[in-house]
């Protein structure tokens, strides 16, 4: 069976381990970028991704930023998890009402898996 591969954009190295070694571990084919000009690089090489997993403030462009980028070239075929360990309910609010899912950092990978699952069932 083909593993899903999803790419994880976050300027925290410890988030991508954390995250990457989890979601192989979940069977997941994990993919890592630590801002948004190497995110942009991975997904247009990578047709074959089909979920990115984007912290929501980073240094330069924000995850919202590489969201609206891959929405506009990628026709809205790519699902979106937006994070963040800095989110009031209103940032929450903000991103859930554009369409997307939020978790809160730090993660709980057992939350995260089901949000996965959820999002790649739609």
């Known amino acids: 069976m083909k593993r899903i591969k999803m790419l994880?954009?976050?300027?925290?190295p410890f988030i991508l381990e954390e995250a990457s070694e989890a979601l192989e571990f979940e069977g997941y084919d994990p993919i890592t970028a630590s801002n948004v000009?190497?995110?942009l690089k991975i997904v247009r090489n990578n047709p074959d991704i089909a979920l990115i997993l984007t912290d929501l403030k980073m240094p330069g462009q924000?995850?919202?930023?590489?969201v609206e980028i891959l929405k506009?070239?990628?026709n809205n075929k790519l699902c979106f998890i937006v994070m963040s360990g800095h989110g009031s309910s209103d940032v929450?609010?903000?991103v859930i009402k554009q369409g997307?899912?939020?978790i809160r950092k730090p993660?709980?990978?057992d939350e995260l898996t089901e949000?996965?699952?959820l999002r790649l069932e739609n």
């Open 8 to 12: 994880i954009v976050d300027d925290e």
């Open 37 to 39: 000009t190497d995110a």
């Open 62 to 66: 924000s995850g919202l930023d590489l």
């Open 72 to 74: 506009e070239e990628f």
């Open 92 to 94: 929450e609010d903000s």
């Open 100 to 102: 997307f899912a939020f």
């Open 107 to 109: 993660l709980d990978i």
């Open 115 to 117: 949000i996965i699952k």
